[in-house]
């Protein structure tokens, strides 16, 4: 079977899923199963054939789970959002159009990976000047202490979310030239190795200047998101632990200087550390506090779609369940059982995603195709793990299931990214050169 | 450049197995402790949203309902008042839960508790919890309440062939609408009573089902006999000479009982009691904090059914330390009267879904054979005399034969204070009734009692 109509037949899953939660929703909040339930249904279905169909004609070798398994998540994170709030459900679903033509653009416009390369500094740039946007003064919104969105009239957008792939591209490429230096130019100084300042010198620079954003505009998840993926790609790059040593080392130092230095950062340690104090449960621990009070009510197996107790007299009693606390809501009404469904997923685009980059034959792909798969996983983590407490809380999307344009669009180009290296690495000898007289 | 790539998805699956692990932590094993944090109010908010399940008495007489107070908030009603309050229990938001309440909360609240219905949840409406049928009878109740007209006291009426309680009255019983002023102690589960001369039968049980005595054994009840070191009385100090045991059992008489006691041995003993049910909480299903096991307490412990403390002459004709509960005392008429045979007493006989359907039969359960049938039958044929021309025959019914035996434990000699027993059951029915520190004796004051109760379930 070719690896498309492997694709097609995996996208099932994802379309039943969609269906009989969408049931089970309308059974739970209208006693009636109503046909509109298989509406959406359809319509999502649609939507991913038309994916599935972009992907044949283009990316005809490309990975063939990496979408089904994009589907499944989206499938999940509509159903979990109609439950909340059938209005952001439908703009959720607007969004996924509007991403869907971004993912065909970025496949149409990037036929060759190179042209990514050749801008590699105006990419970097553009990644920068996105971070620095929320600050700007009328048209940055901050939201909880840190600044993260930009209002630009009625577009309203997220700009961390493209900020990661514009950072991740320039790393790539700059990585995928001076690898060999990093390497053969470093010396031991007590046992460990520092690598030339000449060549890691810019590098350092970009990544200085965007952890200097981020505290600008405080976005600590994002900080962390970023940081991770710098180290993942340098030892990609490298395969020196020692580099990832002295970034780590590096980070630490710079997390214990902001959380006793900028109170917002200090507050958020302190919240996490004990989010039931009586001083701050009702307030700024509320959010974590009632994160895992709803997880607790999930237990093994959840209270049932739809059945999770959201609001308490019009008032929320989840804040931010549709964005930074949708796991919470998961694994509320799925239980254990679903939130692990839920992490499987992640975990098998991710291994796609490494897959590809092992699969990838020449240095940029292969770093971009890591980075890419690194900073996703991270992203996943980040949020994941602010929900559950295993990090302080900050604010980032879970992605593709979290509502949010930004989130969906950013993510669209990084599927469509992967996608594109993994249609060059998998593409037999002989098909190449025929693929290449069609264009 | 592949081997970091394999080792950086490595680092992934560790890290979501971190994050899978701090889930569990919430979801699992932290998740009581969580629930009951001050701070989360999500559980006190979701008891008050669910339909709790309808609570019925065997005729269908409603005992618990849920009103709705407004939108979407329910509260608990209770139309029988007091006359229910001990097996019912009542459901509280602040004051917790009690009895029945408490003990099936699962299905009242529509919590499934197994995969399969948590599945069917998945698609199914929630918030509407499960009905319990019970076995009690309101005509039962009421009469068990009539009789003991307000004093301290206990009624239990048993099933004999399903264990199934008809009645479990205990005075004082309180107003379960208003838990903040409940005193929720229940005299036929939590009382602990000297059982008086109604423990000869269990002395009497192990006797024939030994095979060591039979009805027509003849042991000496003279006044004064030394029991363990110690001499004896009868009741008002009556002499009898060399008597049977249906005699014996008829009149009874101490020094007889004592003196077969002593013959059977502690071990022999011990092991009649431990099957007769004494020596752990009686296997009823409600809460295990409203439950006593029977047996030789000291100093407020239950000791161990072969302890050296026991006097076991003594523990024969239900002196020396020990003390009984009601439903103990029920639950051995129950079991001579089912030919040996003990049910386990269940106060609820099915559990009914929303739509209809029996989802749980609790009723009935064998609980142990503690006799032959035999045996049995040559017990129940004493018994019957008890009632027919010796102690309890207050308790006698127009053609029906009641078995019985009564009690009565001194507790005040000089004021002439006595805990007040009688057990005694029919083919159809057994019955303990407890009354506590009055004047008189177990056959003129508990027969009666025990008699309504059976004439209210038409015997």
């Known amino acids: 079977m070719s690896a498309r109509n492997r694709e097609l037949l995996a996208l099932l899953p994802a379309s039943l899923l969609l269906v009989a939660g969408f049931a089970a929703i309308f059974i739970q909040e209208n006693d009636v199963l109503s046909d509109v339930s298989l509406t959406y249904g359809a319509a999502f279905l649609a939507l991913c054939l038309a994916v599935h169909l972009v992907i044949r004609f283009t990316l005809p070798y490309a990975d063939p789970y990496l979408f089904p398994l994009v589907a499944v998540l989206a499938c999940f994170g509509l159903v979990v959002i109609y439950r909340i709030d059938d209005e952001l459900a439908r703009e959720q679903a607007q969004w996924f159009v509007v991403g869907l033509i971004l993912f065909t653009a970025t496949i149409l416009f990037l036929r060759d990976l190179r042209l990514l390369e050749r801008y590699r500094y105006t990419i970097a740039l553009a990644g920068l000047v996105l971070l620095f946007l929320p600050r700007v003064p009328g048209i940055g919104q901050q939201v909880n202490g840190a600044y993260l969105g930009v209002k630009l009239g009625p577009i309203a957008f997220q700009p961390a979310e493209f900020g990661k792939i514009a950072i991740i591209i320039f790393l790539a490429a700059y990585l995928r030239d001076t690898r060999q230096m990093l390497v053969q130019g470093s010396r031991r100084v007590l046992g460990v190795t520092i690598p030339p300042i000449k060549h890691f010198g810019p590098i350092l620079l970009v990544w200085g200047a965007a952890m200097l954003m981020l505290v600008f505009i405080r976005d600590l998840g994002s900080s962390l998101m970023y940081f991770g993926g710098f180290l993942a790609l340098l030892y990609v790059a490298t395969n020196r632990l020692s580099f990832v040593t002295i970034g780590f080392a590096l980070f630490a130092l710079g997390s214990w200087f902001f959380a006793s230095t900028v109170s917002h950062v200090q507050e958020r340690v302190d919240i996490w550390l004990d989010p039931f104090k009586p001083e701050w449960v009702e307030k700024q621990g509320y959010q974590i506090a009632q994160s895992v009070f709803a997880q607790a009510d999930g237990g093994l197996f959840g209270t049932g779609f739809g059945a999770s107790l959201l609001e308490v007299n019009g008032n929320s009693l989840i804040p931010a369940p549709q964005t930074d606390l949708i796991y919470a809501v998961i694994t509320n009404e799925l239980g254990l059982v679903g939130a692990c469904g839920l992490i499987l997923v992640y975990l098998l685009f991710a291994e796609r995603g490494f897959k590809t980059a092992m699969l990838a034959g020449e240095s940029f792909s292969k770093l971009l195709a890591a980075g890419l798969s690194a900073v996703f996983a991270l992203q996943v983590f980040v949020i994941v793990g602010g929900v559950t407490r295993v990090i302080p809380l900050t604010g980032v999307t879970l992605p593709f299931v979290s509502y949010g344009g930004s989130s969906i669009m950013a993510n669209f180009i990084l599927l469509a990214l992967l996608l594109l290296v993994s249609d060059r690495a998998r593409r037999p000898a002989g098909a190449a050169a025929g693929r290449r007289g069609l264009r | ?459």
Request: a neutral charge.
């Open chain 2, 1 to 459: 450049m592949n081997r970091p790539v394999v080792r950086l998805f490595g680092l992934v699956v560790v890290l979501f197995a971190v994050l899978v692990g701090f889930t569990s932590r919430w979801t699992v094993f932290e998740a009581n402790a969580l629930r009951e944090n001050p701070a989360n109010h999500r559980v006190l908010l979701q008891e008050e949203r669910i339909k709790r399940g309808l609570i019925r008495a065997a005729d269908g007489t409603l005992l618990a309902g849920s009103r709705k107070v407004d939108k979407d908030r329910y509260a608990r009603r209770y139309p029988t008042g007091d006359l229910f309050a001990h097996p019912v229990g009542f459901f509280s938001v602040d004051r917790g839960r009690t009895g029945l309440e408490e003990y099936y909360n699962d299905p009242l609240s529509g919590r499934a508790t197994d995969a399969v219905g948590a599945l069917e949840r998945l698609l199914g409406p929630e918030g509407i919890g499960e009905d319990l049928k019970t076995t009690l009878s309101p005509e039962a109740q009421r009469a068990a309440y009539d009789g003991l007209a307000g004093r301290n006291g206990a009624v239990v009426a048993l099933d004999v062939k399903t264990g199934a309680v008809r009645a479990l009255a205990a005075t004082p019983s309180f107003d379960p609408s208003d838990p903040a002023k409940a005193n929720t102690f229940n005299r036929a589960t939590q009382g602990r009573f000297p059982p008086g001369s109604t423990f000869k039968v269990v002395t009497a049980a192990a006797a024939l089902d030994t095979g060591r005595y039979q009805p027509s054994s003849q042991v000496d009840g003279g006044n004064g006999k030394v029991i363990s070191g110690t001499p004896l009385n009868n009741f008002g100090d009556e002499d009898f000479g060399s008597i049977d045991l249906t005699f014996a059992l008829t009149n009874s008489v101490n020094t007889v009982w004592a003196e077969v006691g002593e013959k059977l041995g502690k071990k022999t003993m011990a092991g009649y009691m431990e099957k007769f049910g004494f020596y752990s909480d009686p296997p009823m299903d409600y809460p295990d904090n409203q439950l006593l096991p029977s047996g030789e307490y000291r100093n407020g412990k239950l000791l161990g059914p072969e302890s050296r403390f026991i006097d076991v002459g003594r523990m024969a004709i239900g002196q020396d330390k020990l003390l009984v509960t009601p439903l103990q005392m029920a639950s051995v008429a129950q079991t001579i009267g089912n030919g040996g045979m003990r049910m386990e007493p269940r106060l609820v006989q099915k559990v009914v879904d929303p739509d209809g359907r029996t989802t749980d039969r609790p009723l009935p359960e064998d609980a142990q054979r503690v006799m032959s049938r035999a045996s049995a039958d040559e017990l129940t044929a004493m018994m019957k005399n008890v009632v027919r021309e010796g102690t309890g025959t207050a308790a006698a019914l127009e053609g029906v034969d009641v078995a019985g035996k009564t009690g009565t434990a001194e507790i005040d000699p000089a004021a002439g204070i006595n805990d007040l027993w009688f057990i005694c059951f029919t083919p159809e029915t057994a019955v303990a009734v407890v009354v506590e520190r009055q004047k008189g004796t177990g056959g003129t004051t508990a027969a009666p009692i025990a008699k309504q109760v059976l004439q209210a379930l038409g015997e």
